[in-house]
T-cell receptor
Framework: DQQVKQNSPSLSVQEGRISILNCDYT??????FLWYKKYPAEGPTFLIS?????DKNEDGRFTVFLNKSAKHLSLHIVPSQPGDSAVYFC???????????FGKGTLLTVNP | NAGVTQTPKFRVLKTGQSMTLLCAQD?????MYWYRQDPGMGLRLIHY???????AKGEVPDGYNVSRLKKQNFLLGLESAAPSQTSVYFC????????????FGEGSRLTVL
């Protein structure tokens, strides 16, 4: 059973436009959510996170929104840049769990 | 500023052979993890450790063993490699467990023929 779902395997946007990546989760115990970015042949790197006590967290061009009632979070990138082209993983943790559970990832392509 | 270092970066094995992947971190992190990444499957946790001398199973532990004899090192062993273990393996460490940022190594690509 997949507890963290990223239902869009890929997304393509034009440079300068907004990119919206979505993530759904099923485990009600999750209370901390993170987004990681991964370039080919590199390890994932941390991008932004949000605690369940918040519904929005912003860091420069990146904003994460959390809708706890819908068990849904999204990552907004504005404006999108070609260097943002990468695989984005949504991850979640909660309770006494020391582990992160990852989604399958979404490949974002930003076209010049 | 090495961060998390994985060795080897690439390895080809024959079915039934054994090998060990080494992960070393220089950030004095308590928590360390081994993930595997497969096409269409995302990152799946194999084993993890919450401190020196401790290990625990993740989502897909079968066929793997781990050891954390020193705080800075986390070893992943394959006793009898199988083609299903062909994957890219990532080690990660963090200071504060599930709510902490994970720092990943560059990955180790393993092919089992």
């Amino acid at each position: 059973d997949q507890q963290v779902k990223q239902n869009s395997p890929s997304l393509s946007v034009q440079e300068g436009r907004i990119s919206i990546l979505n993530c759904d989760y099923t485990n009600s115990m999750f209370d901390y959510f993170l987004w990681y970015k991964k370039y080919p042949a590199e390890g994932p790197t941390f991008l932004i996170s949000i605690s369940s006590i918040k519904d929005k967290n912003e860091d420069g061009r990146f904003t994460v929104f959390l809708n706890k009632s819908a068990k849904h979070l999204s990552l907004h990138i504005v404006p999108s840049q070609p260097g943002d082209s990468a695989v984005y993983f949504c991850a979640a943790s909660g309770g006494s769990n020391y582990k992160l559970t990852f989604g399958k990832g979404t490949l974002l392509t930003v076209n010049p | 500023n090495a961060g998390v270092t994985q060795t080897p970066k690439f390895r080809v094995l024959k079915t039934g052979q054994s090998m060990t992947l080494l992960c070393a971190q220089d950030m004095n992190h308590e928590y360390m993890y081994w993930y595997r990444q497969d096409p269409g499957m995302g990152l799946r946790l194999i084993h993890y450790s919450v401190g020196e001398g401790t290990t625990a199973k993740g989502e897909v532990p079968d066929g793997y063993n781990v050891s954390r004899l020193k705080k800075q090192n986390f070893l992943l062993g394959l006793e009898s490699a199988a083609p299903s273990q062909t994957s890219v393996y990532f080690c990660a460490s963090s200071r504060t467990g599930g709510t902490g940022e994970l720092f990943f190594g560059e990955g180790s690509r393993l092919t089992v023929l």
